[in-house]
């Protein structure tokens, strides 16, 4: 069966023991993910499926509509700006949010890309970059000891290779990572979001996770706070997995300033007017806060050594696949 | 300001410190159910979102509607297809399902329908419908132990009025029920679903939490068993809370049997040829199952004393309010 025609036949496919293992591995995954923010102090609330306004922020992919009493209503693509709203209430949250992100066709091709997927999405008030980014190589230490003490037997032979990462994990700033692109052949303009095909080469190059930091203003989307002391530039941060599994995570500090926001809308290209109650919110006034989301699959992918991420999930969702 | 007003100002009305303790309770709620279930050996999945078809069943609300790569996709309104999908790979297996259903103006007034909801909705392979109803005895009592024990300062008031219900629960047939309606004033027809306002009424008769069980086939969906020896009956349950909080739990055995399964969706106006995927599962078969879901806004509703369903959840959607 080609790939199109496994996916739709996943009532056969999903009877292959190899993914009850993977669905057990992954229950683990994400039972130590909460035990280990509960332990940080962190409430988990539920998330957001649909809002008049969602985030914009996502790499080329379409956002879903729907018909919401004669209003056009996203479904979610990331709960961001609602964590923005839940911690003026609790400061430290956490939810696991599903997200749909209609990606373009050729996405196929990379084995980690769905169109629906989750993320453990985290956010914590008057955080700093450093102090999230430390959080989440202790999260993923701790989920990779938790799944090998109790996961031996679904990981088979994966639990042999899966190694404890050393902390704290090596960190690029965005400059730097196009300096080590440049020296195995990729070449990515200053400016831009780094290419998958260049994610993948630079994660081929690294035995453990390492962080790519301080990404240009141009390269992502308005929520990120610009640095004041590097004007251009961002406080923020994405966790690259090792062995050419790629992204992990992505995650900064935010934008609570009503006028810088508004200011890096019109930069960005979104128009103000479309996010309502998010500007209302700002106007009132909200803590500053950092936060990241990690992909609940692609960790699934990772931990697994699976090829392709539609294999970490029970209902797979791909660019242009009409499946269940 | 109105309910509207309220919603639609989310952002200001979440600072509330009552809020923030309905959310940690509502944490406890879940995660007690999780350690629950755990124990009895179930394995927690990832919920679908999207899909080419969702459960009809849902009592005069409208399923949501996205455009797939140039097809219609329904948002989920329950994933009860896919449990029947999952059952074949896990025996045992439970989700937190986000729900969509765009429910009819009126349901303002009810004060318990969101139009974004979440169910932790469960199913084992093989099950009866005793085993299930006893599984979700146990599991309600052990939720309300668990946030009476935990919760103690962010239940207030409401600790003390909150009992552990004995068990077994009371049962009714719905025939009973109608009884019952019958003695206090509501005279509902034989055959239909019985509404929100008579089930307000019948729950506000009782100080437990109790079962209505066999609804006749024409009341609800092609998915659940038809009795083989009591034609025109279902083997499915709902468990009303009391106190006039209404429902709680909906679930029954499932027709497993491709032919009846067709019938099934003959007699109640569905057309077989948009189940694609799901009768193509049918017939290659499936075994037979029984579950439950268990409406998390409404458990932390009845649970914390709240009026209002739009209380008990962070970001409130109720139909036809444009809120965040």
Redesign the interface.
Known sequence: MDISESL?????T???NR??NV??V??EI??SI?AFL?GEGF??????????VTDPGIRGARQ??????G?PFK?MSSMIL?KQ??I???PKVFA?S?N?R?EP?ETVRTRRHL??F?QIDLEVAYATCDEVMDLGERMLCQVIVDVKAKCHKELGERCKTLRVPTRPFKRYTYKEALEVLKGIGMSVKYGEEIPWEAEEAISNVHAEPFWITNYPVTARSFYYMESEKNPGVLEDFDLIYPEGFGEAVSGGRRENRYEKLVERMRRSGEDPSQYG??L??LK?G?PPSAGFGIG??RLTRFICGLENIWDA???P?V??V???
Chains 1, 2 share one sequence.
């Open positions: 739709k036949k996943r009532y056969l999903i009877q292959n993914l009850a669905f057990k992954q229950d994400v039972s909460r509960k409430t988990e609330i539920l998330a957001p499926i649909i809002g008049p879903a509509t729907i018909d919401y009493y209003v479904v609602y709203m839940i003026t209430a609790l696991l599903p749909i209609l066709l169109t629906e989750r109650w998010y209302d919110m009132v909200i609940v699959e999930v029970p209902f969702k660019a242009g009409l499946s269940p």
